[in-house]
């Protein structure tokens, strides 16, 4: 496990729950990712300036860190588009039949001890272990 | 205001991406390769990222649930319940594309920060996934409709 941190993660993941908790009490909003953006894309909704600012926020931390030296490395991404783009599909379809994400399900929903958002993050996140071990040692081995 | 706080918010969400290293695609497959756990390979980060998430979650909720959104009239929870096949589906068509390439909409769309071609393609394709689903759902909703006002005509 040489690529462990903890302690990063530690802290990363508490700035993510102060985020959940922030824009609930300033805004009463659940901070998840996938309904934030479908709002901003979706025709029908008519909310869409403190769905931009927060995209807008969370694009700009990146850049921010980036400024103080500590940039993100380029994410490795796979070579073949064909696999990209039907991820993206997959990743936005999903989540929006299923209502929420890594963030809206498994973060502010399991917080809520929610009995959806436990559910639908165990299937996610199994679906995620099959698919890895399939393309890693199964296809790619 | 509501604007300039949801902005400190997803500055504040985007740091914690950057911070444990989940913008990383790489990162996030190393934790869902089980298969590495033998090898010594897995790497558990994600999951220390989602309890210090779920523990300042789980408190802060706690405390701001009986208040009044300073910039609302209510907080919206949601009401749902029903574990229905739709979040089902969904979590599952979800978590096959995360599993695919190691991201998921928070990273990704933090990662355009880095100009990645291929995140850009990715959050092209995510999006069009999105409104592919509000679509649907919005047909979906209006066949229903259609088949309920013709059953009222007939049985009427």
């Known amino acids: 496990m040489e690529n462990f941190?903890?302690?990063?993660?530690?802290?990363?993941?508490?700035?993510?729950?102060?985020?959940?908790?922030?824009?609930?009490?300033?805004?009463?909003?659940?901070?998840?990712?996938?309904?934030?953006?479908?709002?901003?894309?979706?025709?029908?909704?008519?909310?869409?300036?403190?769905?931009?600012?927060?995209?807008?926020?969370?694009?700009?931390?990146?850049?921010?860190?980036?400024?103080?030296?500590?940039?993100?490395?380029?994410?490795?991404?796979?070579?073949?588009?064909?696999?990209?783009?039907?991820?993206?599909?997959?990743?936005?379809?999903?989540?929006?039949?299923?209502?929420?994400?890594?963030?809206?399900?498994?973060?502010?929903?399991?917080?809520?001890?929610?009995?959806?958002?436990?559910?639908?993050?165990?299937?996610?996140?199994?679906?995620?272990?099959?698919?890895?071990a399939l393309m890693r040692h199964v296809i790619g081995g | 205001m509501p604007a300039l706080a949801s902005l400190l918010c997803g500055f504040i969400f985007g740091l914690g991406l950057v911070i444990s290293q989940m913008v990383s695609p790489t990162k996030v497959l190393a934790f869902l390769d089980f298969f590495g756990i033998p090898s010594g390979a897995w790497d558990p980060s994600l999951a220390v990222v989602m309890a210090a998430g779920l523990a300042v979650a789980g408190t802060g909720y706690a405390l701001v649930r009986p208040r009044t959104p300073i910039f609302d009239t209510q907080m919206r929870w949601p009401t749902a319940t029903t574990i229905d096949r739709p979040l089902v589906t969904g979590a599952a068509l979800f978590g096959i594309g995360w599993g695919l390439v190691g991201l998921c909409p928070g990273p990704a769309i933090a990662d355009l920060a880095t100009l990645s071609p291929g995140v850009i393609v990715f959050v092209i394709a995510m999006a069009v996934g999105m409104v592919a689903n509000d679509l649907w759902q919005s047909r979906g909703a209006r066949v229903f409709e259609q088949k309920l006002a013709g059953a009222t005509a007939a049985d009427g």
């Open chain 1, 5 to 132: 941190t903890p302690i990063s993660a530690a802290i990363g993941g508490a700035l993510i729950g102060l985020a959940a908790v922030l824009l609930m009490l300033f805004n009463g909003r659940i901070a998840g990712i996938s309904g934030i953006a479908d709002g901003l894309v979706n025709p029908r909704t008519h909310d869409r300036l403190w769905r931009l600012t927060f995209i807008v926020g969370l694009v700009a931390a990146p850049l921010a860190a980036a400024l103080v030296g500590h940039g993100v490395p380029m994410p490795r991404m796979p070579t073949n588009y064909a696999i990209i783009v039907v991820a993206g599909l997959l990743v936005g379809f999903g989540t929006r039949l299923g209502n929420g994400c890594t963030s809206g399900h498994g973060i502010c929903g399991i917080a809520r001890l929610s009995p959806r958002s436990i559910t639908a993050t165990g299937v996610f996140m199994i679906a995620a272990i099959v698919v890895v």
